[in-house]
């Protein structure tokens, strides 16, 4: 398929949907830009962030004091403070995405009922069009709260386990 034609069906698919839709598109990307930083700082940053704190604590000579445990304790939570960069901002895009598709089942509903008082219950094809607005953000809330779910869990079980092997690293003498 062609571009144009790509953009024209998300065009009528936005469209169908009522304008929650959109802003459940945009809540969307957010999330995604959000999660694919939380990776790509995974993928290429936090060990150097990690590197920096073993080089840092490996320069002691001094490993055993309380100033030392409290200067070990400050590295981690450097350490754990970037790892757990936008967590808590992803978690809540993905517990809004669900809310803004029961938005959208609200306003297409309203629709409905709206073309029920102008032209009574039997205009079937009257009602399919608020019908489909009300089921569409609620489809796509759900699928977009499910897939940054997924990926939101995953990227907190990561940061915790990379701060528990720093801190497992930086030896307490």
Same mark, same amino acid.
């Given at each position: /398929?062609?571009?144009?034609?790509?953009? !024209?069906?998300?065009?009528?698919?936005?469209?169908?949907?009522?304008?929650? *839709?959109?802003? @459940? /598109?945009?809540?969307?990307?957010?999330? =995604?830009?959000?999660?694919?930083?939380?990776?790509?700082?995974?993928?290429?940053?936090? +060990?150097?962030?990690? $590197?920096?704190?073993?080089?840092? =604590?490996?320069?002691?000579?001094?490993? !055993? &004091?309380?100033?030392?445990?409290? @200067?070990?304790?400050?590295?981690?939570?450097?350490?754990?403070? +970037?790892?757990?960069?936008?967590?808590?901002? @992803? +978690?809540?895009?993905?517990?809004?995405?669900?809310?803004?598709?029961? *938005?959208?089942?609200?306003? $297409?509903?309203?629709?409905?009922?709206?073309?029920?008082?102008? !032209?009574?219950? &039997?205009?079937?094809?009257? /009602?399919?069009?608020?019908?489909?607005?009300?089921?569409?953000?609620?489809?796509?809330? /759900?699928? &977009?709260?499910? !897939?940054?779910?997924?990926?939101? &869990?995953?990227?907190?079980?990561?940061? +915790?386990?990379?701060?528990?092997?720093?801190?497992?690293? *930086?030896?307490?003498?």
């Amino acid at each position: /398929m062609d571009f144009q034609g790509a953009f !024209s069906g998300l065009q009528e698919f936005l469209e169908r949907g009522g304008p929650i *839709l959109t802003w @459940i /598109m945009a809540l969307t990307f957010v999330m =995604w830009a959000f999660i694919l930083e939380r990776l790509a700082y995974f993928g290429l940053a936090h +060990k150097g962030v990690a $590197g920096r704190a073993i080089r840092e =604590w490996g320069a002691r000579s001094d490993h !055993s &004091s309380w100033h030392a445990h409290a @200067i070990r304790d400050q590295l981690i939570s450097e350490v754990r403070l +970037k790892a757990d960069q936008n967590v808590e901002l @992803i +978690k809540t895009l993905v517990a809004l995405a669900p809310l803004f598709g029961l *938005l959208g089942t609200v306003t $297409g509903m309203v629709a409905v009922f709206d073309v029920m008082a102008i !032209s009574g219950s &039997s205009d079937a094809r009257g /009602m399919s069009a608020g019908v489909a607005r009300a089921t569409i953000p609620t489809m796509a809330g /759900m699928v &977009s709260a499910l !897939s940054g779910l997924i990926f939101s &869990s995953q990227i907190e079980r990561m940061a +915790k386990r990379r701060v528990h092997e720093l801190a497992d690293e *930086l030896e307490v003498g």
